[in-house]
T-cell receptor
Framework: DAKTTQPNSMESNEEEPVHLPCNHS???????IHWYRQLPSQGPEYVIH???SNVNNRMASLAIAEDRKSSTLILHRATLRDAAVYYC??????????FGAGTRLTVKP | DTGVSQNPRHKITKRGQNVTFRCDPI?????LYWYRQTLGQGPEFLTY????????KSRLLSDRFSAERPKGSFSTLEIQRTEQGDSAMYLC???????????????FGPGTRLLVL
């Protein structure tokens, strides 16, 4: 199975941008890159996904490297409510998601 | 609230007892997933239903685990003869899946936290 590598933890200051990296060097051509986040005591929630092109939505932006071996989730202005574990996931052509340990984001006021 | 709901939210049981958890997905969603999450780890896939059919099971789903989704609506996950190693958060998710599922968004419930003493 294709795997992702993320830093265990990152810190950010409130109202500053945050760049969360993810390496996926074994990605195949049909794998979508998904990001979910999990706030304390909650189930994961969808953030964004993409295949080749950069993507933007109301929550975040996803920058995908040209060779697709890495991607970066960008939170443009971190708030205290963005403190969570962020998971980078490769969606294979099947129906389950393989989560890693994710990156724990701490936002400092 | 029309999100995914799970009951109970917390369950404490003694080793050897049977437990059953319920998941109510978003009403029009045809796919339903069960995951298990232990402390400090990401969720691990257990099983998946499309409508009432259970289409995939992880090797993590031992013989003591059984899941059902009668009539393609709510689902139950039963653990028989619980062991201390079963202590975890059990998460349910649902989706309105397209063929292949690579772009689908899964909507998660709040989870049921199980503690086996």
């Amino acid at each position: 199975d294709a795997k992702t590598t993320q830093p265990n933890s990152m810190e950010s200051n409130e109202e500053e941008p945050v760049h969360l990296p993810c390496n996926h060097s074994t990605i195949s051509g049909t794998d979508y890159i998904h990001w979910y986040r999990q706030l304390p005591s909650q189930g994961p929630e969808y953030v964004i996904h993409g295949l080749t092109s950069n993507v933007n939505n109301r929550m975040a932006s996803l920058a995908i490297a040209e060779d697709r071996k890495s991607s970066t989730l960008i939170l443009h202005r971190a708030t205290l409510r963005d403190a969570a574990v962020y998971y980078c996931i490769l969606r294979l052509n099947n129906n389950d998601m393989r989560f890693g340990a994710g990156t724990r984001l701490t936002v400092k006021p | 609230d029309t999100g995914v709901s799970q009951n109970p939210r917390h369950k404490i049981t003694k080793r050897g007892q049977n437990v059953t958890f319920r998941c109510d997905p978003i009403s029009e969603h045809n796919r339903l997933y069960w995951y298990r999450q232990t402390l400090g780890q990401g969720p691990e896939f257990l099983t998946y239903f499309q409508n009432e059919a259970q289409l995939e099971k992880s090797r993590l789903l031992s013989d003591r685990f059984s899941a059902e989704r009668p009539k393609g609506s709510f689902s139950t996950l039963e653990i028989q003869r619980t062991e201390q190693g079963d202590s975890a958060m059990y998460l349910c998710a649902s989706s309105l899946g397209e063929s292949g599922g690579r772009q689908e968004t899964q909507y998660f419930g709040p989870g049921t936290r199980l503690l086996v003493l």
